[in-house]
Structure formats: C-alpha cells, structure tokens
C-alpha cells in the first residue's frame, strides 16, 4: 500500500519568514496530494490540494509543487503569522479501485509554530 | 466549519465496554471515512463506506465496526475497549472517492 513520509517533524520559523515541509510518497499509482492544518482540539482542515496533472497550485500565501517523477511534493507558506502555528499533514491518495477506494494516507504531521 | 458533525466530543469508558460514536456528513456528500488518531501512529485510515456501502477497509481491528444509514449519518461501533483503544476518532466525508475530504473535529475516547 501507500506510504506517505513527511519531514520535518517540527519547524519553528520567525513571523514573516517561510515555512516549508517535504513529503514523498511511495505509490505511483497516486494522483491526489492535500495539505491539512490541524489546530488544537479540532479536525484537519484542508488548506490546498494538487492532482497530478498540475506542477504547482497557488493560493494566497500557500504553495504547493508536486514533482511526480521524484515521488515528492512541498508545502510552501510565505509570510508566516502566529496563527499559521498548527501541525500540518500531507496526504497522498491513489486512483479508485480495488482497497484503496478513495482512501488518503497521511504523513505524521509537522508542528509548526511561529515566533512572533 | 467543515459542515460534517461528529458526537459526542468527549467519551470516557472502562476497559471491557462498547461504545457508539456517530458522525453526519457535510449535506450533499454520500462518502463516510471514520480515522483513528493517536500520539504514535497518526492519522490512520478505518473505513470508507458511500451511499451506505462499504467501499475499503483499513486496518480496523474485529472488535470495531461501522455501518452507513439511509439517511447517510454513519456510526463507528467499539467493543470490548482496551486502554490502548484511548485516542481520537475522527470522521471525514466527501461527494465521492474524488473529491475532497472533510472532516468534522473528533470525538475523543478515553479508556480507562
């Protein structure tokens, strides 16, 4: 099955500085990429999301690049604020069919936490 | 708010017990995913069911099951509890096995 690794496990940046986390994932077979932000006592939310027909995908201050030949995609925060603190989780999913129906495998997840 | 309720927030039970903790979709989505996070594994996947069939399946222990109404609210079924069952559970849904994920914000179990 998929395996999703996710580095690093924690990243402490100034306010204002950029963020970035790396993740690869194993399957080739997987074509969807979300990012979540999970903030104390709630759910993941998603902030972005790439399929593999796109190289990268902008929206505000967030990023994310997908190189499918490596197998890796990157979550780029610009401008980090305090409330960009979160712990935040890739995730990769495959095509439908078979036991992977619609299933995400996510990382272990990067605190972040922004000084201000 | 992501539009998908989970209840109840909190759970605190002894070893040995069952539990039942329900999850409403986002209006419109016909996918249910039930994901069990804790310090040392993370987000692990448990079941997929759409349109109240079960679609995939995780490494959901026999002890757990889950079903999806007519009315598509779903309920994940814990039985016989051991302590090591302590985590968050957390419900997702979707309109379909391509769309985006949702998820509601968990309800934490606590064995003791």
């Known amino acids: 099955g998929e395996n999703v690794e996710q580095h690093p496990s924690t990243l402490s940046v100034q306010e204002g500085d950029s963020a970035v986390i790396k993740c690869t994932y194993s399957?080739?077979?997987?074509?969807?990429f979300p990012w979540y932000k999970q903030e104390l006592g709630k759910g993941p939310q998603l902030i972005i999301d790439?399929?593999?027909?796109?190289g990268e995908k902008k929206d505000q201050r967030i990023a994310v690049t997908l190189n499918k030949t490596a197998k890796h995609f990157s979550l780029h925060i610009t401008e980090t604020q305090p409330e960009d603190s979160a712990v935040y989780f890739c995730?990769?999913?495959?095509?439908?069919?078979?036991?992977?129906?619609?299933?995400?495998?996510f990382g272990q997840g990067t605190i972040l936490t922004v000084h201000p | 708010d992501s539009g998908v309720t989970q209840t109840p927030k909190h759970l605190i039970t002894a070893t040995g017990q069952r539990v039942t903790l329900r999850c409403s979709p986002r209006?419109?989505?016909?996918?249910v995913y039930w994901y069990q996070q804790s310090l040392d594994q993370g987000l692990q996947f448990l079941i997929h069911?759409?349109?109240?069939?079960?679609?995939a399946k995780g490494n959901i222990l026999e002890r757990f099951s889950a079903q999806q109404f007519p009315d598509l609210h779903s309920e994940l079924n814990l039985s016989s509890l051991e302590l090591g069952d302590s985590a968050l559970y957390f419900c997702?849904?979707?309109?379909?096995?391509?769309?985006?994920?949702?998820f509601g914000n968990g309800t934490r179990l606590t064995v003791t």
């Open positions: 995730a990769a999913r495959p095509l439908s069919g078979g036991t992977s129906y619609g299933k995400l495998t």
């Open positions: 790439i399929r593999s027909n796109v």
């Open positions: 399957d080739s077979a997987s074509n969807y």
């Open positions: 997702a849904s979707s309109v379909n096995h391509n769309s985006p994920l949702h």
């Open positions: 069911y759409y349109n109240g069939e079960e679609r």
């Open positions: 209006s419109g989505d016909l996918s």
